[in-house]
């Protein structure tokens, strides 16, 4: 018995790297910690009450906000683990198996569970408050989506610790990922963590158009609203078009692993080749998916600090669209060299190339706001001034990727990689900070330090072209991506050396954020939001206090401009009178609901048992998962209504006349 | 401002600093792609060049105006125009969205010759006859067969410069890429299909050949050499294999197969008939020979778009079916001219 | 950051049912963008099929396997209970809740046939020893067709727990909306049937 118990811990629990006995001390001490901490101060019931089962957007978009620096920091460790590891020729500071693993969670992390979550949560902070709505369409659907992808995360991570985690790069290509290749249970984990994270991802998708095409404030017509709630519709767009193909794919892998299906396998008819078709169908959208909210970022910063209209907007509203659209015709550019012939790639390259027009004219866009405006280089603007340039050469350098033939060259070498790393943290990731220092007032009621803020952008930034220009040089050399090592003789030290010392000043920036933030909490009262207004913004989002109250608007906003705050602004600033206030009504707002954490926990259970193969566990999971759905629909008291007297206690409270 | 462009250009000169180090440091790094010694790596870096050129076009243009529009109107300065409704201009839109129309079309039309040109299974132009050589992907090293030679070799390959060489393309194991950059671009190797590659050498040398696609646990080691000599020197290397090297049989092929690493070249004075058509075949999908294959695969194309008609938002799961019915039938084809060989 | 849980005041009912009126059609209109995500799902699990129905690796062929009177009387039984779910809705609108939960009723049974007839269907193909893992074909097709009978499975379980809302509560705004939706579910299910019907079944065996 004691040795049956014995084998099966050691299959199932990783062993025998230091690193991860260091990681499941972490764990456990951590959690112990937390479990303490909230039973000692008997915090049990207010997680429960006010996070666990909330179905306030602004709260859910917190935690998401939350969940994705966490993973931000697990992803971020991978890369600077990568980066030690190739800094010099024949180091062993990791084995291969090892690094393999390494590079496809760097890969999984910061795509699905640190730039999603991260748009996610700004967009649940920003979108309802700026069309002047007082929630989503769907609240407790919002938190299903949360808890979902949370689930899905916590799963894929658990991977580190638990049965190993998965090492056949990020999109997984079979036959390498078929059971033949990999038997372990990483690839479950992957295949596990996503799919549940996934669904999350649709569901917020679907939520999000409805909120923007039916909850706008009366007078907000389609054409005034603000750039970045229509880049979340472009986004959103992408979303349900694209992530059924992903639910699919992984659901034809699964079935090939489990069921010993044939739909990728080398043997029994499969078509490996299908399977990546498939997944660039969902995989280029995707990264389109990240990008477009980032544009919408930048669109309303650069409006904001330069004190001027968004230069273009139809042009705008255009390219966000035409770039939705396009993004599904370009999915083959990510196999030119797999023999489809020419035609095909003619096709592929030229349709991929066509992004960068509307593309292009986004960043002319930018530049033309700035012309003429009053520009102030407060922290959202200064990392919209580091990613103009920065995504720019990484467009370039992607419109150099997308030439077929000179692709047979780049494919799969270090210039492919130091390209969209150049689109993605300098687009994405800057994008997403830039949004994130420009609502975090709205958000918490207070800004974060300047003065850190500048250490944190020149770190990132330095840290970012010192990492990523050498990784073009290299490339061209002649490296290839996910080599876990290279011998002297290729001449590449240098260049490696220097890119590792770049991603470590990219790190040292991370680290002086989290100080900046834990500094910023410290300070709040001097670094306290006042007036609601700290940008002398343009949009609704500005016009209530910060934070914003939990019911959004006291009385439902109207519209007629196009960022209708800034033109009421310089409205009454003539002399004009401002808006007649409507009188205080009850407000309508949904009710907390637990279903969605534990739908998300049962699903959490159900993906482990499949990753095992352990029936007894994955179908009272699914069952469970049914039961909750079940148990919300027979729920017929959904919401309430704030009296008027409570609105007004928290409007005079936040000193707001009523 | 002035600071940021300071920081800036500090941050660019590092690792240019570091190349210049570096390449003065050590005179025979090689350098790739940018050291092309094949007519194919040779059009695409002029390739790249031209393109590169044409894109600084709009890079120059576009990082010159942010700064100095952010340096102009920069709100510590008083006296700079500030207009907040200007927010459209005809003119200016047509010529934002016009010069990349240009740009893009210049560099899709350029893309569109050169694509075909460099088309990978097209045989090279040359005076000599092509010299064909069979790759299989292995797990995780190279096996190169010489069907007129008769030879085999793992880990290298050498042929004859200033003769095109026709590399036939396969694995036996998961995908991946057969590249030796200064040669030319790569291809895939993928079980159940024949790909081809056509290279030629200019001069004589050893060119680092690549596995550059993650193919499980040690494909960092599936580096090769690609050694172009005289021809005369290579006859005399064939006869050399021929006379003192062991043959592969078809049980040491399959010991060759199996998970491992070699890290030394190993060369052979024989292998058995047909293995590469043999391991091609292994994989074949369907339900008889690669032609039957092509055309149902057409057929199934024509299904799902009947399929499709009349469901929303479906076009580009169309599309994903008729793109996986040109790579296969793009793969039988070459099985097929494999077969008239 | 106040508590909202505590300020349930339950006389909510009392004022403004505008709002959930605004909540139905803002439900049905996520609906129909659910069924856009299923209508992708389901295309691309078609194009799976379309690709690899040839790849039979020396197993059955379609037109070795599928035996079609079933097929077609599965079809027909499900192509009634699209018709008796319209019915439903339509005694629905004239307010009759006793034909409404009848008509639910019979679609509910018809869609358990079609679903006991599938599991027999594939029972038998398994029995014969033509499984998932026999060809690249046969995966194929269990996973389309069989995610066509998971989709039915689930919308009787649904139907089930809107039939039991239903007898409590009566017809109101709340279960008028539910039932236009599932009702919506099942005429798309049956939409996607007859593509199934016809590309997998009747140009298998043709």
Known sequence: MWDKIKDFSSDFFVTGDPMIYGADVAIVLVSVAILFVLTYFKKWGWLWREWLTTVDHKKIGIMYILASLLMLFRGGMDALLMRAQLAAPDLEFLKPEHYNEIFTTHGVIMILFMAMPLMFGLFNIAVPLQIGARDVAFPVLNSVSFWLFFAGAMLFNLSFVIGGSPNGGWLAYPPLTEKMFSPGVGQDFYIWGIQISGIGSLATGINFIITILKMRAPGMKLMKMPMFSWSVLASCLTIILAFPILTVTLALLFIDRFAGAHFFTLDGGGNPMMYINLIWMWGHPEVYIVILPAFGIFSEVVATFSKKRLFGYKSMVFALMSISIVSFFTWAHHFFTMGSGADVNVFFAISTMIIAIPTGVKVFNWILTMYKGKITFKQPMLWTMGFIPCFVVGGMTGVLLSIAPADFQFHNSYFLIAHFHQVLIGGVVFGYFAGLYYWWPKMFGFSLDEKLGRWVFWLWNIGFYVCFMPQYLVGLMGMTRRYSTYGWDTGWFGLNLTSTIGAFLMGAGFLVQVWQILYSIKNMQKLKDTTGDPWDGRTLEWTIQSPAPFYNFATDPVVSETDDFWEEKQRIAAGGKPRPKPALAPIHMPKNSGMPVVMAGFFFFAGFGFVFDWMWMAIPGLIGVAASMLVHSFRYDTDFYIPVDEVRRTELAAGREV | MKMKGWYRRLAAGLPLAAMVFLLSGCGDVNMGILDPQGTVARQQLNLIIIASILCLVILVPVLVMTYVFAWKYRAKKEDAEYKPNWSHSGKIETVMWGVPIVVILIIAILTSIYTHKLEPSKPLESEADAITIEVTALDWKWLFTYPDQGIATVNYVQFPEDVPVHFKLTADAPMNSFWIPQLGGQVYTMSGMAMHLNLMADEPGEYPGKGANFSGEHFGKMGFIAKATSQEDFDKWVEDVKQSSPALTQQGYDELAEQGVLDTKVTYSSFPDGLFDRIVNKYATGTGSGHQHGSSAADSGEAADEGMDGMDMTSMDMSSAEGVTDAAQASDSNQQMHQHD | ?206
């Open chain 3, 1 to 206: 950051m106040a508590n909202h849980s505590n300020h349930a005041v339950s006389a909510a009912h009392g004022h403004g049912h505008e709002g959930h009126h605004d909540q139905d059609a803002l439900r049905q209109m996520g609906f129909w963008f659910f069924l856009i995500t299923d209508c992708i799902l389901f295309a691309t699990l078609f194009a799976t099929y379309a690709v690899l129905h040839n790849n039979t690796a020396g197993g059955p062929t379609a037109k070795e396997l599928f035996e079609m009177p079933g097929i077609i009387a599965e079809t027909f039984i499900l192509l009634t209970s699209s018709f008796t779910s319209g019915l439903a809705v339509l005694s629905m609108n004239r307010g009759d809740k006793k034909g409404l939960i009848g008509w639910l009723i019979v679609t509910l049974v018809l869609g358990a046939a079609f679903v006991g007839m599938e599991v027999t269907e594939f029972a038998n193909m398994m029995s014969e020893g033509h499984k998932m893992s026999t060809s690249a074909f046969l995966s194929s097709f269990f996973t389309l067709v069989g995610t066509h009978g998971c989709h039915v499975t689930l919308g009787i379980f649904w139907m089930i727990a809107l039939i039991i809302q239903l007898s409590r509560r009566g017809i109101n705004s709340t279960t008028k909306r539910k039932v236009n939706i599932i009702s919506m579910y099942w005429h798309f299910l049956d939409a996607v049937w007859i593509f199934v019907f016809t590309i997998v079944y009747m140009m298998g065996v043709m």
